[in-house]
């Protein structure tokens, strides 16, 4: 069974940090490009950062550029997104997004809340 178990959100304050991993099983992760995604309420599900299968390329999106950080641990299956700086509009739900071998999965979504 696919799982993506996304973990580490909850509410800081602007300029603070948090670490959100994605826990990956039943499929070859280390075969599957990662993507992180965050859907704010009443807006559209955008890209915010994306690796290479190896970690060797790395992707962020420009609102986020400076202060957040993809990476990938395929040893232990699990991406990571290290989120400092925050600022409230980078309150959202995130979501970690996995396409290799013709497949794509998703999973349930983390809330990331900034505000003082």
């Known amino acids: 069974q696919v799982q993506l178990v996304e973990s580490g959100g909850g509410l800081v304050q602007p300029g603070g940090s948090l670490r959100l991993s994605c826990a990956a099983s039943?499929?070859?992760?280390?075969?599957?490009?990662m993507t992180w995604y965050r859907q704010a309420p009443g807006k559209e599900r955008e890209l915010v950062a994306a690796?290479?299968?190896?970690?060797?390329?790395?992707n962020v999106e420009d609102s986020v550029k400076g202060r957040f950080t993809i990476s990938r641990d395929n040893a232990k299956n699990t991406v990571y997104l290290q989120m400092n700086s925050l600022k409230p509009e980078d309150t959202a739900v995130y979501y970690c997004?996995?396409?290799?071998?013709?497949?794509?999965?998703w999973g349930q979504g983390t809330q990331v809340s900034v505000s003082s």
């Open positions: 997004h996995a396409r290799g071998d013709g497949l794509r999965y």
């Open positions: 039943g499929f070859t992760f280390s075969r599957y490009a």
């Open positions: 690796i290479s299968v190896t970690g060797g390329s790395t």
